[in-house]
């Protein structure tokens, strides 16, 4: 295999969206992904494409800034996967932040958000935010206000989608392809060696370029380089739970003060589900591993009830849980939410020429992270590259508007009319794509489940050109029939056939990944209590 001008190392948001920046400026790519694309920490955020309200009272307006312009490009770029989303602050005469905090916050975020296309703020008098939100804790409300934000529900697929545009433009994507070891000659890092996790195969890429964007993993990238390289990471755990809808819960988000220790939390409609967090603690457990605690649920369920008192959820309630960690900056003994969620780009000038860590960031601006990057390592690197264009080129899947791709998916008699907007909301302009595949096979054009809207077609398409490998690939990361209440368990079945048919997935393969996607999928359940 000829040599790459750049290697990047994980397949989250960040590592994606370098690879399709380099890949665009003609530089020759490689993306390596120990397990799938979105396995991690992106996957285990609240999903939100913010400005960052919160980070105005730590005075990092340069960020917040930075956060808001990212966001107008994403819901210009990626139409379909990011979309406004509404959020009440409700204010009681007990809050940390008071009427007149708030509103000015939002007065400076309005300002720092030039261009935008969602509207500004606004104030709610008492009477008004009970009537907006009727489910809120009337007593002691003094009034609200609400502003616009922005959601990616599948943010799995914005990974996707990068590591799509990746490809398009000539960059080599491997998945479930582990980094063992940085390849150095006196002092240049001169490539890697990798396993295949899934045939055991060892093999090396060369390049003198490497971006580290293996998010917690940052520092154990750094081990392996064999040189005696600074450590960066102060990771902090943050935890969600999803419930159903309950009474109370509105199209329009929350973002309440917790009453036991002031911090700010969301209570966000999502995916038709109700996604409540975070927490924010200190971790220096194995992300892999990481599991919510009965205090964290407990946490996130007390607050939700005393901010709806009629909502009714209990620990029975919770469908799922998930949490991940911050790849924060190690900023000593701090109190975690002061600590910046800028991201720092690391170059290992002396020991590991070529070599860049990337640390900290946020989902909201992977896009500006990753033209940095790409800036800074084409002029270190003096490698010939184009200049950035990821600002105006939307995403694969937002080349079209959602009327002409329902109008074109209308043309597939086999595709229910009940899929149409799933599909739009999963692949964008790129849904025609995946109805497409029935006409040769009508069957694919049954559901999966009975909840999610996705298809038989869509397990094929994910292997096919998606770069999925695995039924959790093509269940929690492609057409998202995983993130449903049961967690995706009512789609194995039809999944698997599909696969078996279509795919030549025979038994023995059909059993192993059964099996592998209970067992990835156990994590997110709740422990039976003891
Ligand atoms: C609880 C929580 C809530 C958050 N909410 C938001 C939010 O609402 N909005 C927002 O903008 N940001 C949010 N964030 C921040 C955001 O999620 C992260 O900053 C971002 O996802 C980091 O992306 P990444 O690509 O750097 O890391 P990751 O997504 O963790 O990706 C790193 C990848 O590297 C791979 N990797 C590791 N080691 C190797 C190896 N040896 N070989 C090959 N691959 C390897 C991993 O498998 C992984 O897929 C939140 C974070 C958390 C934890």
């Known amino acids: ?143 609200a206000v609400v502003y616009y934000d922005a959601q990616v529900t599948y943010v799995e697929r914005l990974v996707v989608e990068n590591a799509l545009g990746a490809a398009l433009a000539g960059a080599r994507i491997e998945t479930h392809t582990v980094v063992e070891k940085v390849l150095l000659e006196r002092n240049h890092v001169t490539g890697v060696e990798v396993r295949n996790t899934r045939t055991g195969e060892r093999s090396t890429r060369h390049g003198t370029a490497i971006v580290n964007a293996a998010g917690p993993w940052v520092d154990r990238i750094l081990a392996v380089a064999g040189r005696p390289l600074p450590r960066f990471l102060g990771p902090t755990k943050g935890t969600h739970i999803v419930v159903r809808p309950f009474p109370g819960a509105t199209a329009t988000a929350c973002y309440a003060e917790a009453r036991s220790d002031g911090r700010p939390f969301f209570i966000l409609p999502w995916n038709d589900l109700v996604l ?94 990753a033209e940095e990057v790409l800036d800074q390592v084409a002029s270190r690197q003096r490698l010939t590259a184009r200049s950035c264009t990821t600002a105006e080129i939307p995403l694969p899947g937002g080349e079209a508007g959602r009327d002409e791709v329902l109008k074109e998916l209308a043309t597939f008699t086999a595709v229910p009319g009940a899929s149409h907007e799933h599909l739009y909301a999963v692949y964008g302009s790129r849904a025609p794509l995946v109805a497409a595949l029935t006409r040769a096979a009508p069957e694919l054009g049954q559901p999966l489940c009975a909840s999610s809207g996705a298809l038989g077609a869509e397990v094929v398409f994910a292997v096919q050109a998606e770069f999925a490998v695995t039924l959790g690939d093509i269940l929690l990361r492609r057409c998202m029939a995983g993130l449903g209440p049961d967690l995706g368990r009512g789609a194995i079945a039809a999944a698997l056939s599909v696969a078996a048919r279509h795919l030549g997935w025979d038994d023995g393969r059909c059993r192993a990944e059964a099996a592998a996607y209970l067992a990835e999928i156990e994590p997110l359940r709740l422990l039976t209590p003891s």
């Open 276 to 369: 409540i967090g975070t927490t924010d603690t200190r971790c220096d457990d194995d992300p892999a591993t990481l599991r919510a605690t009965e205090a964290e649920i407990g946490y996130l369920l007390d607050e939700t009830r005393k901010t709806f008192p009629a909502c009714g959820l209990t620990r029975e309630s919770v469908l799922y849980t998930y949490c991940g960690v911050r790849p924060l900056p190690r900023q000593g003994l701090k109190e975690t939410a002061a600590i910046t969620r800028r991201h720092l780009i690391r170059h290992h000038g002396r020991s590991a020429r070529g070599l860049s860590s990337i640390i900290g960031g946020k989902i909201t601006t992977y896009r500006h992270l």
């Open 1 to 143: 295999m000829s040599p790459f001008d750049v290697i990047v190392v994980g397949g989250g948001i960040n590592g994606a969206g370098i690879a399709r920046d380099a890949a665009l400026r003609g530089l020759r790519t490689c993306l390596l992904e120990q397990g799938d694309l979105c396995n991690s920490t992106t996957r285990w955020s609240s999903r939100l494409i913010h400005g960052g309200l919160r980070y105005l009272e730590f005075g990092e307006l340069g960020l917040v800034h930075e956060s808001l312009q990212e966001r107008e490009n994403l819901l210009r770029n990626a139409p379909h996967l990011v979309r406004p989303l509404p959020l009440m602050i409700p204010v009681y005469e007990n809050s940390r932040r008071g009427m007149k905090t708030v509103d000015f916050g939002l007065y400076v975020y309005d300002l720092l958000s030039i261009g935008r296309s969602v509207p500004g703020h606004r104030r709610l008098s008492r009477e008004e935010a009970l009537e907006e939100m009727p489910g809120l804790l009337a007593e002691g409300l003094i009034g």
